[in-house]
């Protein structure tokens, strides 16, 4: 054999193993990409997968916290509206008439009278002074902040029978909120 042709044998068999090395190469780059890019979507699958739970979760978040917000300015508003209605009443006991305020102030002072037999002393409004010492015979009248209605105490100050309108008030208030509530809120 020739020099020439071993040559040529050596150098054809040199391009063919290194054709197949370059091909096994190009496998191996397609192998390795191929599981790159698998493993790349995994990670964006998971990674979409996580941020959809923390938006919903926010998103739950927020919801909460805007029906707590909505729930607290309803509650703002019924209380405001409760709040309304009880000025509303202490205004027009405050600018009761005369003749209904001299009844007011017979009936609760005898209310009070009955439950305390030993009154020495009845604690009316301003308006009610004057009307209150004819009322309150034997009684020493003095003046008390009120709206109206009578307090009545024995000589040392010790018992005291609070038949005031916002004593009253607040009893009433106190007894009916939830049915007035649901008067007012339905």
């Known amino acids: 054999m020739s020099l020439k042709k071993v040559s040529e044998e050596i150098l054809a068999d040199a391009k063919s193993k290194a054709q197949k090395i370059e091909n096994e190469g190009r496998d191996e780059a397609k192998a390795i990409l191929t599981e790159a890019k698998k493993k790349e979507e995994q990670i964006m699958n998971a990674k979409v997968k996580e ?3 923390v938006i919903a979760a926010l998103e ?16 703002d508003a019924k209380k405001d509206a409760i709040a309304r209605v009880r000025q509303e009443t202490e205004n027009r006991i405050a600018s009761m008439d005369a003749a209904t305020r001299k009844k007011m102030i017979d009936a609760l002072l005898k209310n009070a ?10 604690y009316v409004n301003n308006k009610d002074v004057a009307y209150a010492k004819k009322a309150a015979r034997g009684l020493e009248v003095l003046e008390g902040s009120m709206i109206g209605g009578v307090v009545v105490e024995n000589e040392d100050g010790t018992i005291r029978v609070d038949n005031t309108f916002d004593t009253l008030l607040e009893k009433v208030r106190k007894e009916t909120v939830k049915d007035v509530s649901d008067i007012l809120f339905r």
């Open 60 to 75: 739950r978040k927020e919801i909460a916290s805007a029906k707590i917000a909505g729930k607290r300015l309803l509650l």
């Open 51 to 53: 941020t959809r739970a």
């Open 113 to 122: 009278m009955s439950e305390l037999a030993d009154a020495k002393r009845v």
